[in-house]
T-cell receptor, first 112, second 117 residues
Framework: AQRVTQPEKLLSVFKGAPVELKCNYS??????LFWYVQYSRQRLQLLLR??SRESIKGFTADLNKGETSFHLKKPFAQEEDSAMYYC??????????????FGQGTILTVHP | DVKVTQSSRYLVKRTGEKVFLECVQD?????MFWYRQDPGLGLRLIYF???????EKGDIPEGYSVSREKKERFSLILESASTNQTSMYLC????????????????FGPGTRLTVL
């Protein structure tokens, strides 16, 4: 079974501070990992995926297979980063149609 | 731009009523999904469909059914609504489901907040 855990329901930081949103997963094979974000009154959208190795809006995430983690990081948080963040996993076996398993979500609040 | 639309933003129904939630996408996507979003539980997959008339159960299908008669439309049906089905329902679609394929990104609708009294 595949599982995604985001241990923090709420995370508060001040503008300019570093931020790290934690994500741990459980999966026996090689998964594909994603971060999705939902800003206030907007729809859920993809932020980044591990295979692209991109930095989006200053955020990066590295897949650590040894620790089974995919933490989302930004060195200097901005107020507009305040949102709900979901980590998601796509496995290979039996999920070739794109099924994602989502974590519980973390609400990030960046204070001025 | 991919557009995923849902028939209602807010819906209030009574216990026992039959409820239809409609989702339409305009980008010829193969895959469509229905999730419910609850605080502290994240998104949980109810059903998904990878082709017209094809459907697969997700993680929490009990109490729900789906219909996909046309490629662009995916309906979620609550046969007899209950108070524990009060939730935010999100529809999503993706072009493919293949791992490592950038086209497997899921695009989400705005959501339908359903309240069952």
């Amino acid at each position: 079974a595949q599982r995604v855990t985001q241990p923090e329901k709420l995370l508060s930081v001040f503008k300019g501070a570093p931020v790290e949103l934690k994500c741990n997963y459980s999966y026996s094979g090689s998964p594909e990992l994603f971060w999705y974000v939902q800003y206030s009154r907007q729809r859920l959208q993809l932020l980044l995926r591990h295979i692209s190795r991109e930095s989006i809006k200053g955020f990066t995430a590295d897949l650590n297979k040894g620790e089974t983690s995919f933490h989302l990081k930004k060195p200097f948080a901005q107020e507009e980063d305040s949102a709900m963040y979901y980590c998601a996993l796509k496995g290979a076996g039996g999920t070739s149609y794109g099924k994602l398993t989502f974590g519980q979500g973390t609400i990030l609040t960046v204070h001025p | 731009d991919v557009k995923v639309t849902q028939s209602s933003r807010y819906l209030v129904k009574r216990t026992g009523e039959k409820v239809f939630l409609e989702c339409v996408q305009d980008m010829d996507h193969e895959n469509m999904f229905w999730y419910r979003q609850d605080p502290g539980l994240g998104l949980r997959l109810i059903y998904f469909s990878y082709d017209v008339k094809m459907k697969e159960k997700g993680d929490i299908p009990e109490g729900y059914s789906v219909s996909r008669e046309k490629k662009e439309r995916f309906s979620l049906i609550l046969e007899s609504a209950s108070t524990n089905q009060t939730s935010m329902y999100l529809c999503a679609s993706s072009l493919t489901g293949l791992m490592g394929d950038a086209r497997n990104e899921q695009f989400f609708g705005p959501g339908t907040r359903l309240t069952v009294l």
